[in-house]
Structure formats: C-alpha cells, structure tokens
C-alpha cells in the first residue's frame, strides 16, 4: 500500500472534509475558458471551523459549490463525510454528500412562498419524510413540536417576530436570516458539514451577533464541522479555528489573524474626504413624510411618520440603523420607487423644487438625474454588461425626456402614466418585470418609451468609468450571471454613475465585497464625490465603511431618525446599542 493512501485511511477518521488537487474552470458563453479554482489542498477536521478568505472573484463560492456536490469540477478528489467524489462521481454520491450537508450561498434567496415559520417547519420535517414538498402533519402533536422548534431557531437568528409575515415580505437582511435559519434546522437535527458563503453580509450588528454565537452554539454541541467564507475579518476573527487565503490558489493557511493581517496588507490608502460643503445647499429636503405597511396575514405594522430632514449638495450621507427600521423604505421614498401616504420629497431642479412624490414631467425630469443600485443587485440575468449599460442611457440620457415625450403624444399617453413608467425602470429586474405584469405591460412595448442609443455614440464613455472601478473592457461582453459578486456591484454603481447624476443612491449593495476592494470603493465613491459633486446617499451595515466615507450620518429605529450628526459617533453609539462583540 502506498505512503499516500496509508495516510489518507489514518486522517480520515479526523477529517469532516478533504480536498486534494482540486481544479475547476468555466467556459463562459462567448466560448472563454475562465480558470476558477486551480490545485486546491487542505483538510477540514472533526468539530472545526474553518474560514476562507479573499477577493471577489477569488474562487470561494464556487469552492462552496463543489463542496456541496451542485457545481462539477475538473480534476481532484473529495472526502467529505465519508463519501469519495471525483471529476467522475456518480448521483447517488452526490446524492449522499447533499444529504449530509447543508449550505447557505450569498444572496441566495430559494424560499418557499408561505410564512417565516412555515418555511423552517418545512425544512425540518423534509428531515424527516425525505420530500419537502410534502404538506406538514395533520396529527395536531407533531404540528405543535415542528412548531416549537421551528420557533426556537427563528429566536435564535431574530426572526420570532416574524414568524407570520409571508416570507416574501421579509426585507433582504431578514431573508437572508431567514435562509441560514433553515441550513441551522438541518444542522440541529443531525452530524453534519455546514457550507456558510457570507452568512450574515446584509444583517444588521446585533443581528449578526445572534447568528454567530448561534453558530458557534451549534458547531459545540452537535459535533458540527464548518467553512465559512466571508469577506469580513471581524468574523473570522470571532469564529474561525484557522483560515485559509484562496485567489483561486491557495496562497496561505494559519490562525485567523495573522492570515487576515497578511491578506489586509494589500489595502490601498483611503482617499481623503473633502470638507463638508460649506454653502449648506439642500438638493432634497424632506417634509413630513409617512409611509406604513401591514402584514398580510399577521397584525404587525410597520410605520414611518412625520420625517423632515435635509440632504446637502455634495455630502455623502450614511443611515444606518437595525434591519428592519425602514431605511429600505426611506431610500425608496428618496429616489421616487414608492410614493408617500403623505409628505413632499422636494428636489432643487435649477430654480425651483419639485416634488418627486406628484406624478408628472418634471418628476421625471428630476428622477432623471438621480441613480439608484438595490441591495438585491437583481441585474437582467441574460444580458450583457454591455446591454445594461445602452438600457441605463437610453433611460438617463438627455434626450431621454424629449423623446420619451413624442412617443407619448403619439401613444396618446399622460404624463402620469409616463412617469409611473419610467419609475418602474429603476426597480430590481425580479420586481420590475412583475409590476409590468400587474398593469398589463410589456416590457419590450414599454422599450419604445425610451430607445436604446446606439454603441457607437456612447463607447467612448465606457473605458474611463470602467477602469475607475478596477474593472477590465472585457467584461462588457460577459453577461451578468457570469459576473463575480464583487464584479457585479462594482458594475451596478459604475452603470449608474454613466449619466453623470447629481444624486445617488445606494442601498446596502457592498455585503459582498471584500476588505480591499471595499476600500477601493470607497476610494471611488469619495473620487466621484470631490471631483463630480455628485451627491451619495447610501445604506450600510458596514461601520468602518461608513466611519470612513460619511461626512453626516442618520441613525434610525422603528421608522423614526432618532439622531443625525457625526458618523464615527453614531457608528460607535449603533455598535454599543447592538452588542455586537464580535466588532471588537
């Protein structure tokens, strides 16, 4: 028998997962070969927690991917609980590493359409009948223990609450809770590898605090073997038994804090942010503002009530605050994507305001100079970068008014259902499509509104804006899918930033990246802010991002600003209210 396979049988009682040699690429649909993960070796051992990180792009959650048995690979082999993969392995081997396993991939919103607390009941009891689509029991004392145990999870990951709420109502950090609940309920009911790809990246502090002690809770008193991959030290820091530095080879293995110290090194040096405008211009001023929802099948209620405040010319300006608050909400009424039960959002537009909450021409004329990126990064799954970037222009360029205008007099449309049109384009591709759906519309018909311009009368404008952002031409071929998380966010803001707008906002979009490239970012932001004057109002869980970049912050609980001024203050204020251990 050889060295290596004496070896392999002596570790492998210790070992939850091992990897030896493993290499994947993608072949892109232009027919690129993009080589992804390349002579991938290490060991994840009984009972550990094993943390992986680097940049975007670098390869850990299609390493994830591979663990789980839902992404094939190239050359290599896998032990994981036991089970032996291959390039070549069979279904049922898949099938069994699937069984054992549990995984939660960023952004990844796969819920079913029915309560919180259904979609955990679901999920434990799939445990039990092997179908998860099977209805859950009708025997009333099986009903009453799926239910208290599926309530002891959502406690545990801060979604009790919301128990009853249709879990397509959840805000994105709440989904994404909401996810990790349901891999924590496998992972409850027996010995098993837990995949977690950026776990908690758009959950609020004490959110985050909860879920990791939560598990951690679980990793000691189950025998729980975990990799994490996150782009945030702080819980790797908290979490991990060691780390592992991957940019599609692994560059280093050791303790958390010297691999995270060694990997931080690379960060650029913050630009320095300009002075706070002294003129004190305000470009948005805010009056009395109130919005509320209710819950469709529970008596819980949201409300924002009474707001008044001022966004100045040129500040970047923070909200911060718990999940859940309203800031979603606050961004949307800003940028016009919902219109107020009450209240103005008033805009400067040369020597007047105008109240982007009334329908009409010079709504959209205002709407025209602003930019919005989503924290669901939703972009148009077939097409290109390049697409996306003529679709912005066509809708933010100056021309796009006028024309949109003609087209209306010829269609026999009304300003109003003009504006209510060109809203919708500025929501998150999932949701735009069905609210075209919900009044009838086509999108392509709708395309006619406001034509695409031609590339060549825009190409120019392409390669500065990109290399702005670290991010190569080629890409304006790829198609979105086939886009890094990093790559995608950095897209999303430089698509915006194409037409030049005076305001833009950002709403919590920066979960995925990195350490490095967030500061590249937000080198950027503060770039785009000194030189252009634009206007940033954004939404982040990120408190050194926001001690970093903010000139003024606004923290919020339960719909209400509950003070405005210094950020690194309210940062360390949110931080201590949140008990969030694991910043320190």
């Known amino acids: 028998m050889s060295l290596k396979w004496v070896t392999l049988i002596m570790t492998r009682r210790d070992t939850a997962v091992r990897v030896v040699n493993l290499s994947k690429s993608y072949t892109l649909e232009c027919g690129e070969k993009v080589r992804v993960l390349e002579n991938i070796s290490f060991n994840l051992y009984r009972n550990e927690i094993l943390g992986?990180?680097?940049?975007?792009?670098?390869?850990?959650?299609?390493?994830?991917r591979v663990l789980r048995g839902v992404e094939p690979f190239d050359e290599g082999e896998i032990w994981i609980n036991n089970v032996h993969l291959t390039?070549?392995?069979?279904?049922?081997?898949?099938?069994?590493?699937?069984?054992?396993?549990?995984?939660?991939?960023?952004?990844?919103?796969?819920?079913?359409?029915?309560?919180?607390?259904?979609?955990?009941?679901?999920?434990?009891?799939?445990?039990?009948?092997?179908?998860e689509t099977a209805p859950l029991p009708y025997d009333e004392s099986d009903y009453r223990r799926l239910e208290e145990e599926s309530m002891r999870i959502l406690k545990a990951v801060m979604l009790a609450q919301k128990a009853n709420h249709p879990a397509h109502t959840l805000s994105g950090g709440e989904k994404q809770r909401l996810v990790l609940a349901r891999q924590l309920a496998m992972a409850s009911r027996k010995p098993i590898t837990l995949l977690l790809d950026e776990p908690v990246t758009m959950s609020c502090l004490a959110t985050k605090q909860v879920a990791l002690d939560w598990i951690k809770k679980i990793r000691d008193q189950l025998d729980v073997s975990i990799i994490i991959a996150?782009?945030?030290?702080?819980?790797?820091?908290?979490?991990?038994?060691?780390?592992?530095?991957?940019?599609?080879?692994?560059?280093?293995?050791?303790?958390?804090?010297?691999?995270?110290?060694?990997?931080?090194?690379?960060?650029?040096?913050?630009?320095?942010l300009k002075t706070v405008p002294r003129s004190k211009k305000k470009i948005i001023k805010v009056q009395d503002l109130t919005q509320s929802y209710r819950a469709e099948i529970s008596e819980d209620s949201f409300e924002m009530k009474n707001l008044n405040f001022e966004v100045y010319n040129g500040e970047i300006l923070v909200i911060i605050g718990p999940s859940g608050v309203g800031k979603t909400v606050l961004i949307r009424l800003l940028s016009g994507l919902e219109l107020p039960e009450k209240g103005k959002v008033l805009y400067k537009l040369e020597n007047k305001r105008v109240n982007i909450a009334k329908l009409g021409y010079e709504a959209v004329m205002t709407r025209r100079r602003?930019?919005?990126?989503?924290?669901?990064?939703?972009?148009?799954?077939?097409?290109?970068v390049k697409d996306l970037a003529l679709a912005r222009l066509g809708l933010k360029g100056e021309k796009a008014l006028i024309m949109?205008?003609?087209?209306?007099?010829?269609?026999?449309?009304?300003?109003?259902?003009?504006?209510?049109?060109?809203?919708?384009?500025?929501?998150?591709?999932?949701?735009?499509?069905?609210?075209?759906?919900?009044?009838?519309?086509?999108?392509?018909?709708?395309?006619?509104?406001?034509?695409?311009?031609?590339?060549?009368?825009?190409?120019?404008?392409?390669?500065?804006?990109?290399?702005l952002f670290n991010l190569s031409p080629d890409l304006l071929n790829r198609k979105s899918h086939e886009l890094s998380g990093g790559e995608k966010i950095r897209v999303a803001i430089a698509l915006e930033l194409l037409s030049r707008p005076e305001v833009l906002f950002l709403d919590e979009p920066f979960g995925d990246?990195?350490?490095?490239?967030?500061?590249?970012?937000?080198?950027?932001?503060?770039?785009?802010?000194?030189?252009?004057?634009?206007?940033?109002?954004?939404?982040?869980?990120?408190?050194?991002?926001?001690?970093?970049?903010?000139?003024?912050?606004?923290?919020?609980?339960e719909g209400e600003i509950v003070e405005e001024g210094d950020p690194i203050k309210l940062c360390e204020r949110f931080i201590g209210e949140s008990q969030a251990q694991f910043i320190n």
């Open 52 to 64: 992986f990180i680097g940049r975007s792009g670098g390869g850990k959650t299609t390493l994830i």
């Open 87 to 131: 390039p070549k392995a069979s279904e049922d081997d898949i099938r069994k590493v699937r069984e054992t396993t549990a995984i939660h991939l960023q952004r990844s919103f796969g819920l079913w359409a029915a309560s919180t607390l259904e979609n955990v009941m679901r999920r434990l009891y799939a445990l039990e009948t092997g179908d």
């Open 404 to 467: 949109a205008k003609e087209k209306a007099k010829e269609l026999g449309l009304k300003e109003e259902i003009v504006d209510s049109i060109y809203r919708l384009w500025d929501y998150p591709e999932r949701e735009m499509i069905k609210k075209f759906e919900k009044l009838g519309l086509e999108k392509e018909v709708v395309k006619s509104l406001f034509p695409i311009a031609p590339w060549e009368a825009v190409s120019e404008m392409f390669e500065p804006m990109f290399r």
């Open 230 to 272: 996150s782009h945030l030290p702080s819980i790797l820091k908290y979490l991990a038994d060691r780390a592992i530095w991957l940019e599609k080879k692994i560059i280093a293995v050791g303790k958390p804090k010297e691999i995270i110290d060694k990997f931080l090194a690379q960060m650029e040096v913050p630009v320095s």
């Open 370 to 384: 602003i930019g919005v990126v989503h924290q669901e990064l939703d972009l148009a799954y077939g097409a290109t």
């Open 513 to 557: 990246l990195d350490p490095i490239t967030l500061r590249n970012l937000s080198n950027v932001l503060k770039f785009v802010n000194n030189e252009f004057n634009v206007t940033i109002v954004l939404v982040s869980h990120h408190v050194d991002f926001v001690k970093e970049v903010a000139h003024r912050a606004i923290l919020m609980r």
